[in-house]
T-cell receptor, first 123, second 112 residues
Framework: GAVVSQHPSWVICKSGTSVKIECRSLDFQATTMFWYRQFPKQSLMLMATSNEGSKATYEQGVEKDKFLINHASLTLSTLTVTSAHPEDSSFYIC???????????????????FGPGTRLLVL | DQQVKQNSPSLSVQEGRISILNCDYTNSMFDYFLWYKKYPAEGPTFLISISSIKDKNEDGRFTVFLNKSAKHLSLHIVPSQPGDSAVYFCAASVGGSYIPTFGRGTSLIVHP
């Protein structure tokens, strides 16, 4: 099936620094990707929808100036956590809908391919 | 306000027995429901789904049941295997949207 990769898989950084997380679709092009965040024992919370060639759409309560999203190509979306603080420590996951995958029927409408996630720890 | 609720944070089942994971939802607009499986330090993987026009969908050892009147769905795994040990997320969407609302997950442990 389609594969979505993320890099890095984990990162530790000092408070105040910026961290960039990459999300790539490896065998298909994705005009849309989604960024989620998961805190321990919490559900996956959608942060924003990344659109190739246009601005990202952020969910209510997510600061767009803090979580910069760039969907520069049909296979790459990046999430930059600017001036990271300890409360930003979380598990960040990206996903892409299968409907955009060439030659793939996809499991069903509404399902997504998720990346493996990036664990961020801000000290 | 949680629209998708998984009230059991964990479930322990013996290998070979049936695992039943439950999910409740509050938004009557939801018409498509999905289950995802997630291993530690990995992203979720799609498991099985069901649309609101059905009340059951089966795929191998996995069956999802939907009770629209009760706004309840459940995932049955039978027989359960140790490799099924993971966190299972219930998700729901409107109109087959690619942006489902997720529950908090239920951690399933299948012990030998």
């Amino acid at each position: 099936g389609a594969v979505v990769s993320q890099h890095p898989s984990w990162v530790i950084c000092k408070s105040g620094t910026s961290v960039k997380i990459e999300c790539r679709s490896l065998d298909f092009q994705a005009t849309t990707m989604f960024w989620y965040r998961q805190f321990p024992k919490q559900s996956l919370m959608l942060m924003a929808t990344s659109n190739e060639g246009s601005k990202a759409t952020y969910e209510q309560g997510v600061e767009k100036d803090k979580f910069l999203i760039n969907h520069a190509s049909l296979t790459l979306s990046t999430l930059t956590v600017t001036s990271a603080h300890p409360e930003d420590s979380s598990f960040y996951i990206c996903s892409a809908p299968p409907g955009q995958a060439f030659g793939l029927a996809g499991e069903a409408g509404g399902s997504q391919y998720f990346g493996p996630g990036t664990r961020l720890l801000v000290l | 306000d949680q629209q998708v609720k998984q009230n059991s944070p964990s479930l322990s089942v013996q290998e070979g027995r049936i695992s039943i994971l439950n999910c409740d939802y509050t938004n009557s607009m939801f018409d498509y429901f999905l289950w995802y499986k997630k291993y530690p330090a990995e992203g979720p993987t799609f498991l099985i789904s069901i649309s609101s026009i059905k009340d059951k969908n089966e795929d191998g050892r996995f069956t999802v049941f939907l009770n629209k009147s009760a706004k309840h769905l459940s995932l049955h795994i039978v027989p359960s295997q140790p490799g099924d040990s993971a966190v299972y997320f219930c998700a729901a969407s409107v109109g087959g949207s690619y942006i489902p609302t997720f529950g908090r997950g239920t951690s399933l442990i299948v012990h030998p």
